[in-house]
């Protein structure tokens, strides 16, 4: 049973535009989530989080939306620059105790 | 500042071969660690996670295990490496009652 679902596997942007990814989840238990930037060969690095008492947290060009009713966060990343080309994986979390990451989505910026 | 490694950065082992792989963490103290698989194509599972010496918690049945012997040192292991074992093997951190997790460069692991 898959507890966090990134259903689009990639995603291509032109530079300066708007990327949105997408993730959805089962388990309305979670209370904190994260979004992870992922290079090839390299490990996933924290990009930034939300706590489920929140609707929106903004870090320079990127923010992330959660609407619990629906279960289903976003991260916009505006503008988009070709060095955000990467795999970003969602994740979630209950009570700190463990991550449980979506399958991840390959965003590519064209120049 | 905190720093993770981990080594080796690739390895090729036969099917039936023993493995270790070993993550460190440097700059903070009783960290939790753990060990996640990447398969190709497909997202991070956690393998096990660690909130002190000797405490290991396994997510899933396989053919690995893993082992704390110090504050700072997570070490995964297989007696005899099956070729589904092959993956991207990570390391990762956090501080204890915190969500972050910071992940280790990865270990890129063929078994053939």
């Known amino acids: 049973d898959q507890q966090v679902k990134q259903n689009s596997p990639s995603l291509s942007v032109q530079e300066g535009r708007i990327s949105i990814l997408n993730c959805d989840y089962t388990?309305?238990?979670?209370?904190?989530f994260l979004w992870y930037k992922k290079y090839p060969a390299e490990g996933p690095t924290f990009l930034i989080s939300?706590?489920?008492?929140?609707d929106k947290n903004e870090d320079g060009r990127f923010t992330v939306f959660l609407n619990k009713s629906a279960k289903h966060l976003s991260l916009h990343i505006v503008p988009s620059q070709p060095g955000d080309s990467a795999v970003y994986f969602c994740?979630?979390?209950?009570?700190?105790?463990?991550?449980?990451f979506g399958k991840g989505m390959k965003l590519t910026v064209n120049p | 500042s905190q720093t993770i490694h981990q080594w080796p950065a690739t390895l090729v082992q036969p099917v039936g071969s023993p493995l270790s792989l070993e993550c460190t963490v440097e700059?903070?103290?009783?960290?939790?660690l753990y060990w996640y698989r990447q398969a190709a194509g497909r997202g991070l599972q956690l393998l096990f996670y660690?909130?002190?010496?000797?405490?290991i918690s396994s997510e899933v049945p396989q053919n690995l295990s893993a082992s704390r012997p110090q504050d700072r040192q997570f070490i995964l292991s297989s007696k005899k490496l099956l070729l589904s074992d092959s993956g991207f093997y990570l390391c990762?951190?956090?501080?204890?009652?915190?969500?972050?997790?910071?992940f280790g460069p990865g270990t890129r692991l063929t078994v053939t």
């Open positions: 660690s909130v002190g010496i000797g405490q």
């Open positions: 994740a979630a979390s209950f009570r700190s105790e463990k991550l449980v």
């Open positions: 939300i706590s489920s008492i929140k």
């Open positions: 700059g903070t103290s009783n960290p939790n």
């Open positions: 990762a951190w956090s501080m204890p009652l915190t969500y972050e997790q910071y």
């Open positions: 388990n309305s238990m979670f209370d904190y």
